[in-house]
């Protein structure tokens, strides 16, 4: 069992938060992924959301069940903002390529992330986050700290780069360390009270990271890049997310991973408020061995700019 | 840094903590663009472009191996904080740090650890003419060190007094020359005074609220220092001693980025694991990005690594918030 649980755990912190990299996204309910972002929101941010997925294996499937749910609050008084992000623990599979089997896991995910914005074209960041996975055979801690730091340049243009410093610490005592790198570039153009047209592309990799106990596999190498786009126009919001995932094989594994994902979405504001309603699908394959996930979330945020 | 005899078994201390805690950064000739970053030689706060107090917290991580194996897992926490200010053409910088070391002692193995450290400063520089300054400085710390199952937990106090001087020259470069005295004292060993000599070179480029670019390299030197036994206490001996340091810091629309290097090489001639140490290196690199403001409220972050080789193998990592403000 000890050696089922420890497959996957990259995709604990990404299942399906929506992060951005760079600039956050329109629909306040999304957390930022790197803290420098955070620096750009419009205002300050209440929000919520709540998503429901199923997977199709070739052995195995899982019907439709709950992702996970979550709170956002970022609070923005004036050139520094402070963002919580609190997500309940909620189910997600994970996928033993070589025998084709589901596990299911619950996972957690808490952040916080402050950040300064200096002379409306430079942020920096340190974010601090954690998560919980339980499965039936342990429990892993996971915390994450980082530092980030994004450049506006005429006038829509943003930078950013950042690293966080990633510890999973195991039931058994041991833990594993490693370094995530993101970086990206947004553009952003537009009036947030009329309308606005923002897109992102961003990249982040991380090394293989082991412990000494041969049971626990090692963190797969990671790289991961991911494009968004996001109209908003008067009243509506319209949203487009691609996300392609690289997860390097480890021990007798021959095949690496990649997990492909696409996420559409239309949002309607009325008022401070923004109602969002997003569905996506995607693959994830390991040589020809392939796994169908799908994708419905439900977003509802306050934004007082 | 001694190497004390107890009874017939050599053992070093180190202080080893000093360089997990980045204790041992700081600014020689010249100040950092940082505001929170500390000076070692006093007549390098005459450079501080402006008076600053801030904060930091670091948290990390490491490990030690021997012949491959993981002996040991830590974590180091700390606070430090740097008030820097001005009276008159005197400026005047205080700091102060405490950094403690969490680690599971399953089985003691040879090689010393650092289990806390406190480090406290007072420097005082006087500016002439925009080419001369002048400092003294004090230095205290406090270090915590479990040894052998014996003495788990040992306390050694060492009181620095340093005088030291800069010059600018051609309106970029900088020339630093410090002397510092070191008198130790601890519990179980003889005390033991000896003698750091520290020079270095900078080179500055640009004009505060521009483009800057700041490089640094110094260095660092002690010759051995024996005190033999007397009474109930142990022979001290601190070994020659190197440190090169190296900074490189570039400044643009108020972001700075900083990168820091910081190599010790201590010459010993010891048996510890079984293995003959004839040197013990350690190597500490930082990096990080901070907002610097005009004035007002200063934000950045450090990541850090550190490696400690001698009959072990010590990697650390660590990461660093800081917080100040720009008067």
């Known amino acids: 069992m000890k050696k089922i649980y420890l497959l996957l755990l990259v995709t604990i912190f990404s299942v399906n938060v929506s992060a951005q990299v760079v600039t956050p996204s329109l629909d306040g309910a999304f957390p930022v992924e790197m803290a420098s972002a955070a620096g750009w929101r419009f205002g300050s941010t209440l929000g919520g959301q709540t998503s429901f997925g199923k997977v199709d294996g070739e052995t195995e499937k899982a019907d439709y ?69 339980d499965t039936t055979s342990d429990t892993i801690n996971k915390s994450l700290y980082e530092g980030s730091f994004s450049l506006r340049m005429l006038d829509g243009l943003y930078l950013a780069a950042g690293m966080q410093r990633v510890t999973e610490k195991f039931h058994t005592g041991d833990s594993r360390k490693w ?38 596999k090692p963190h797969r190498e990671t790289s991961r890049i991911q494009a968004a786009a996001e109209l908003l126009w008067g009243a509506f919001l319209f949203s487009y997310q691609y996300r392609n995932t690289t997860l390097g094989a480890v021990g007798t594994e021959i095949d690496d991973q990649i997990v492909a994902r696409h996420r559409y979405g239309i949002g309607l504001k009325i008022g401070s408020a923004t109602l969002g309603f997003y569905a996506g699908g995607g693959t994830r394959t390991a040589g020809d061995k392939v796994l169908k996930t799908q994708l419905y979330q439900g977003t509802l945020s306050l934004n007082f700019i | ?37 500390s000076i070692l030689m006093p007549s390098a706060a005459g450079w501080r472009e402006k008076p600053a107090a801030g904060i930091g917290y670091h948290e990390g991580s490491g490990t030690r191996d021997l012949n491959n194996q993981e002996i040991y897992q830590f974590d180091i926490s700390g606070l430090d904080g740097n008030l820097a200010f001005t009276v008159g053409n005197a400026f005047i910088e205080m700091y102060g740090s405490q950094s403690t070391t969490n ?3 399953d089985q003691f193995y040879e090689g010393q650890f650092n289990l806390k450290f406190n480090d406290a400063r007072l420097n005082i520089a006087l500016a002439g003419n925009d080419f001369l300054t002048i400092g003294l400085g004090v230095r205290s710390t406090e270090s915590t060190d479990h040894i052998d199952a014996n003495y788990d937990s040992e306390t050694t106090d060492a009181m620095r007094a340093i005088g030291s001087i800069s010059i600018k020259a ?18 179980y060993a003889v005390g033991l005074t000896w003698n750091n000599v520290i020079s270095g070179v900078a080179m500055h480029l640009g004009q505060p609220g521009g483009t800057q670019f700041k490089v640094e390299y110094s260095l660092a030197y002690s010759e051995s220092q024996v ?43 010891i048996v510890e694991n079984g ?19 005009e004035n007002g409220l200063s934000m950045g972050f450090y990541f850090l690594t550190g490696t400690n080789t001698a009959s072990y193998d010590d990697s650390i990592s660590s990461f660093k918030v800081k917080l100040a403000y720009v008067f």
């Open chain 1, 65 to 133: 069940h709950n992702i996970d749910s979550s709170f956002l609050l970022a609070y923005q008084p004036s050139n520094i903002v402070a963002e919580f992000y609190w997500a309940s623990p909620g189910t997600f599979y994970q996928w033993e390529t070589e025998t084709d089997t589901l596990n299911e896991t619950n996972n957690g995910d808490g952040r916080f992330s402050l950040t300064l914005r200096g002379e409306k074209n430079v942020t920096i960041g340190i974010g601090y986050r954690i998560a919980d996975q």
């Open chain 1, 179 to 216: 370094n995530r790198i993101l970086t990206g570039v947004s553009l952003q153009v537009g009036d947030p009270l009329k309308n606005l047209f923002r897109t992102e592309v961003s990249f982040q990799t991380s090394p293989e990271s082991s412990v000494d106990d041969p049971a626990i």
């Open chain 2, 1 to 37: 840094m001694k190497i004390a005899m107890i009874g017939s078994k050599a053992l070093l201390f180190l202080g080893v903590l000093l360089l997990w805690a980045n204790c041992g950064f700081g600014q020689v000739v010249t100040s950092s663009m940082d505001p929170t970053q």
């Open chain 2, 103 to 105: 680690v599971q002692l």
């Open chain 2, 170 to 187: 051609l309106d970029m470069f900088y020339f630093g020359l410090g002397f510092e005295r070191v008198k130790e004292e601890n519990t």
């Open chain 2, 227 to 269: 005190n033999t036994l007397s009474g109930d206490l142990v022979e001290n001996n601190h070994p020659q001693t190197a440190i090169s340091r190296m900074s490189g810091e570039l400044m643009f629309s108020g972001l700075l980025f900083a990168f820091k290097s910081e190599e010790k090489k201590i010459d010993v001639d």
């Open chain 2, 275 to 293: 293995q003959t140490v004839k040197e013990i290196k350690m190597v500490n690199n930082q990096g990080g990005v901070l907002w610097i403001p």
